[in-house]
T-cell receptor
Framework: KAGVTQTPRYLIKTRGQQVTLSCSPI?????VSWYQQTPGQGLQFLFE???????NKGNFPGRFSGRQFSNSRSEMNVSTLELGDSALYLC???????????????FGPGTRLTVT | GQNIDQPTEMTATEGAIVQINCTYQ??????LFWYQQHAGEAPTFLSY????GLEEKGRFSSFLSRSKGYSYLLLKELQMKDSASYLC???????????????FGIGTKLQVIP
């Protein structure tokens, strides 16, 4: 079974631009969560989607948004990029939604975003 | 909110046993996870505890005490390839709503030396 895939793997943008990252979960998985990982902060939860609906959201500004499609693929968008948005963005998929048993998450390789 | 504490770094010798501790505070606790993350790679799932006690899986074991808000990951017969960061993550209730989320600790960087 194919794992979680994320595109692109690397991205360089300038301040003020916007970016869209894509995540394809493992086949059959309906839950997709997004995380930001930086050396100082570790993994920070962005949001979770299940069945095309945002189920939970972390403490990030409104510049960070996402959506999920009917095939469970998910996109994350960051508008008006800031230098501090430089990070590894990880997507994780699971069978069950947050709060249900068996919530084992499988992570994708991540997208390394650099904002200059 | 949710708060997770774990040591930032540890060093252990090949063949030995190491215990990585994690303490947490959360509302509506609903499970604790351990993940392994090698440098430059994505985290991979190691274990899941929701009830008190020890869960054993090969060389890795994880323990949970809900009353103490405490967990540990035990690695036996350490190998050089076990050098990685180990992330403790807790699932709990955020705010006053019904939603739950998983919060990760900053991770413990384990170095295994010959």
């Amino acid at each position: 079974k194919a794992g979680v895939t994320q595109t692109p793997r690397y991205l360089i943008k300038t301040r003020g631009q916007q970016v869209t990252l894509s995540c394809s979960p493992i086949s059959g998985h309906r839950s997709v969560s997004w995380y930001q990982q930086t050396p100082g902060q570790g993994l920070q939860f962005l949001f979770e989607y299940f069945s095309e609906t945002q189920r939970n959201k972390g403490n990030f500004p409104g510049r960070f948004s996402g959506r999920q499609f009917s095939n469970s693929r998910s996109e994350m968008n960051v508008s008006t990029l800031e230098l501090g948005d430089s990070a590894l963005y990880l997507c994780a998929s699971s069978l069950a939604r947050s709060g249900q048993g068996g919530y084992e998450q499988y992570f994708g390789p991540g997208t390394r975003l650099t904002v200059t | 909110g949710q708060n997770i504490d774990q040591p930032t770094e540890m060093t252990a010798t090949e063949g030995a046993i190491v215990q990585i501790n994690c303490t947490y505070q959360t509302s509506g606790f609903n499970g604790l996870f351990w993940y392994q993350q090698h440098a430059g790679e994505a985290p991979t799932f190691l274990s899941y505890n929701v009830l008190d006690g020890l869960e054993e899986k090969g060389r890795f074991s994880s323990f949970l005490s809900r009353s103490k808000g405490y967990s540990y990951l035990l690695l036996k017969e350490l190998q050089m390839k076990d050098s990685a960061s180990y992330l403790c993550a807790v699932r709990g209730r955020e705010g006053g709503g019904g939603y739950q989320k998983v919060t990760f600790g900053i991770g413990t960087k384990l170095q295994v030396i010959p």
